[in-house]
């Protein structure tokens, strides 16, 4: 159910990829709208994904899921009636809040359910499930577009919504953090806000021409971002306790999170529109050329997960970027008039091969590095290092590939800003394991192993109760 809850919106964040063409044809939007469109679910999701777990830890994981997973499912229909693209832009915002409010409950109500032993497998289980589920949204969304309209693909979202809503009511536990109180960081949430929306508008815009008002939002937006660390390092509740960042393993993981993630932000924001666009793709065709990467981490994540827990998350973690960058660099061999299994396959099978390495030990490691007590900060952390990642790279890269304008639609500038996208994604996975290779611990996954709590459950089975405490986050 958890699985099903975060995989919906790992679905709609991705699904949408594939729509984008349509979608500006439809609506008459310009790149810088076609980026706002995803980016404004980014925006928001990584804004308050802290506040999310904040509040889950306080008020109910299983409660704030479900909160979640309404609001998520109303703003799609909302999205899907949008009769503009000022509208969609908002819509996907509220998207955005929904998604803050259940993405770090479904990780954590796993954390809180599993003993030390158990949870790698678990959470591969989460991070393979939930990436499938995002993998397949391209086909999904392709055939919906070609069979009826881009529209539908946020219709899909009500049954599915309504399932997990009343699937959690039902099934979930409720658990919580015993030991948080005090008055919620409201204002490091408006500041966290403010600073990434300044500079994710000034980076998007400033191609179109660096207008005043595109300065006074950058100033701003800086501004805001560092009165916002301010002020987590004065609020007595902050919602980014900073404190979390003295684990040294924590703190590489996120690094490893950010760059990969931001590699892979753009792979998929460009990907599927440059095989519509250059390539004659029809949106299902386009959807279905990622299938390998669904079924590599159908197969894969748990096992990378467990492989991770056996053999420590170091090695894992440092040849999957390097084969993510492999597979980026295949891609530069696909151009108009090639076939999809000569240059297309190739590159996405490799893709998928570093992927599925990824996805699963980064969240396990992260998880490991923190006690119980602070899982909804850990993963709220974690998911809000990928979104903001994702939110930069795609407001940047897209402009230095030279996709300004209208020359997104251009299948000749497609084709060349695709192919320089590439090559500044597989620096930064490249990055991404040099960092792993030495910062990342072969023992993180193994140190808690000794210390079971006194009751819990395990495979869903039984009912959960409180465990022993553990001790504080320390600098592993």
């Not at 499912?73 to 009636?81: E, K, R």
């Not at 693909?153 to 009343?166: Q, R, T, W």
């Amino acid at each position: 159910m958890t699985i099903a809850g975060s995989g919906m919106a790992f679905l709609d964040s991705t699904v949408v990829n594939v729509a984008l063409p349509k979608i500006g044809e439809d609506l008459n939007a310009s790149t810088s709208a076609l980026q706002w469109i995803l980016n404004g679910y980014l925006l928001t999701l990584a804004s308050l994904i802290l506040l999310g777990g904040s509040l889950g830890d306080r008020l109910g994981r299983r409660r704030v899921f479900q909160a979640g997973v309404m609001l998520f499912t109303l703003a799609s229909l909302l999205c899907a009636v949008a009769p503009n693209v000022e509208l969609l832009i908002f819509a996907r915002l509220v998207q955005g809040i929904g998604g803050a409010l259940l993405t770090p409950g479904s990780l954590a109500i796993i954390e809180a359910s599993f003993r030390p032993a158990d949870r790698a497998r678990a959470i591969g289980a989460w991070s393979g499930l939930g990436g499938v589920a995002g993998a397949i949204g391209p086909l999904v969304g392709g055939w919906l577009i070609g069979a009826i309209s881009w529209r539908a693909i946020f219709l899909i979202n009500l049954p599915l919504g309504a399932f997990v809503f009343l699937a959690a009511a039902r099934h979930v536990p409720e658990s919580r953090d015993p030991t948080a109180t005090g008055r919620l960081d409201y204002g490091g949430a408006v500041l966290a806000a403010v600073g990434l929306g300044g500079t994710t508008y000034a980076l998007i815009e400033a191609p179109e021409g660096g207008s005043a008002a595109v300065v006074a939002t950058a100033v701003i937006g800086v501004a805001a971002l560092v009165g916002f660390f301010w002020q987590e390092l004065r609020s007595p509740n902050p919602m980014l306790p900073l404190r979390v960042f003295r684990s040294r393993q924590f703190s590489a993981a996120n690094a490893v999170t950010f760059v990969v993630y931001a590699a892979l932000g753009v792979v998929f924001f460009l990907l599927v529109s440059f095989l519509q666009i250059s390539m004659g793709y029809s949106p299902i065709a386009a959807g279905s050329a990622s299938l390998p990467v669904t079924a590599l981490m159908l197969v894969g994540s748990a096992r990378a997960g467990a492989l991770a827990q056996r053999i420590g998350p170091r090695i894992p973690l440092s040849l999957g970027p390097l084969i993510i960058a492999a597979g980026m660099l295949l891609m530069l061999r696909i151009n108009p008039g090639d076939s999809y299994v000569s240059t297309v396959l190739p590159a996405v099978i490799v893709f998928g091969l570093g992927l599925t390495l990824v996805v699963a030990p980064v969240t396990a490691t992260v998880m490991a590095a923190v006690d119980s007590a602070n899982s909804g900060i850990a993963s709220g952390v974690n998911n809000a290092v990928a979104r903001v990642a994702g939110l930069l790279a795609v407001a940047v890269i897209p402009s230095i590939a030279g996709l300004t304008g209208d020359k997104f639609y251009e299948p000749d500038q497609m084709t060349h800003g695709f192919h320089v996208g590439m090559v500044v994604c597989a620096v930064l996975a490249l990055i991404g394991a040099a960092v792993a290779w030495t910062t990342i611990s072969a023992d993180v996954l193994h140190e808690d192993e000794d210390t079971e709590p006194e009751e819990c459950f395990s495979c869903g089975v039984g009912a959960p109760t409180m465990t022993a405490p553990r001790e504080p986050v320390s600098s592993r």
